[in-house]
């Protein structure tokens, strides 16, 4: 892999995580707030993908010492606003059919922050019959599979069957790639996520699904770019940079830095970035949490840390 990628990346990466850092008050949970989290959507749901974020960046350990700082105050922040696990656990005793306690609690637990008695209760509910079997999209079903591996609630009978679990996926049926659209490619990429623990495990995907990708990957990321989409854009660099031979074009990474703002926000689409400070939060939060990740995993890759 050519060094510009690697040094690209970090660049990247420690601008969004520096906005991302700056900017963690919009995140703050409103007082009162309780774990039926009415809009869950407005703050639940970026703590969750900030505390991602930052776990990758600790897990690959391969940001500078300012970076791996802003990882950790991030996660602390972060578990504080949730109670220290607290808010996650009363959440799962009202709502045990629900998978995003369990989701959100992996992104710490990957980083060593756990609670005892949210470790019991998911020990009983990823246990549970109805819980394995609860309707969700396939590569949402992966998520749950994914969390349960990283928090470590896959044992024994609970272990996941991750070849059927592949093939109900999109993805899975290497279906015609030009039939793609914006939805299933995001699903698409989320199958990748899951299936290979964010980029921890590339030998997890199955070989026909990497070479598959390895094919089409490109001509995806050109499609999207060339109407301006960078979110998908950014995720499925991340997707890239999880193959066993990781895929990461130099001029991708040139055109995800020159879109990136001086202050480390990463806009989501090709339309203006407006608003006030919390507005621009709210639309591009995301999209800054994936460039941090993206970032993180093509400096792990290209530095050849994952094999």
């Not at 900030?50 to 802003?70: D, F, I, M």
């Not at 995720?235 to 990781?246: A, K, N, Q, T």
């Not at 093509?298 to 530095?303: F, G, N, P, Q």
Request: some cysteine; glycine content about 6%.
């Amino acid at each position: 892999m050519p060094m510009p990628v690697t040094q690209t990346a970090h660049r990247i990466t420690s601008r969004a995580l520096t906005w991302l850092h700056s900017n963690r008050e919009h995140s703050t949970l409103p007082p009162g707030t309780t774990a039926e989290l009415a809009e869950p959507d407005s703050v639940y749901k970026p703590l969750g993908e900030t505390a991602l974020a930052a776990s990758l960046v600790l897990r690959e350990a391969v940001a500078g010492s300012t970076e791996l700082r802003l990882a950790r105050e991030l996660l602390d922040f972060t578990w504080e606003q949730l109670g220290g696990g607290a808010m996650l656990h009363e959440r799962l005793l009202r709502y045990p059919m629900m998978s995003d306690p369990l989701e959100t609690y992996t992104h710490f637990a990957r980083s060593g922050y756990r609670h005892e008695g949210l470790d019991r209760l998911l020990a009983h509910t990823t246990s549970l019959r109805s819980a394995r079997a609860v309707e969700v999209m396939p590569n949402r079903r992966l998520a749950i599979a994914n969390a349960a591996r990283v928090g470590g609630f896959d044992q024994g009978e609970r272990a996941a069957d991750w070849a059927a679990l592949t093939r109900a996926t999109w993805l899975g049926a290497l279906p015609e790639p030009w039939l793609i659209d914006w939805m299933t490619a995001y699903h698409m990429t989320h199958t990748v996520f899951h299936l290979t623990d964010w980029g921890r495990v590339p030998a997890d995907l199955p070989v026909e699904l990497a070479a598959y990708l390895t094919d089409w990957l490109p001509a995806w990321i050109d499609i999207w770019a060339e109407i301006a989409e960078w979110d998908l854009v950014a995720e499925l660099m991340i997707v890239g940079s999880s193959l066993p031979d990781p895929l990461c074009d130099p001029a991708d990474w040139e055109r995800l830095a020159r879109l990136q703002h001086e202050d480390g926000l990463m806009p989501r689409d090709g339309h203006p970035v407006t608003g006030d400070a919390g507005e621009r939060f709210a639309a591009h939060h995301h999209t800054t949490v994936v460039a941090a990740v993206a970032g993180t995993l093509a400096v792990s890759r290209t530095l050849g840390t994952r094999r």
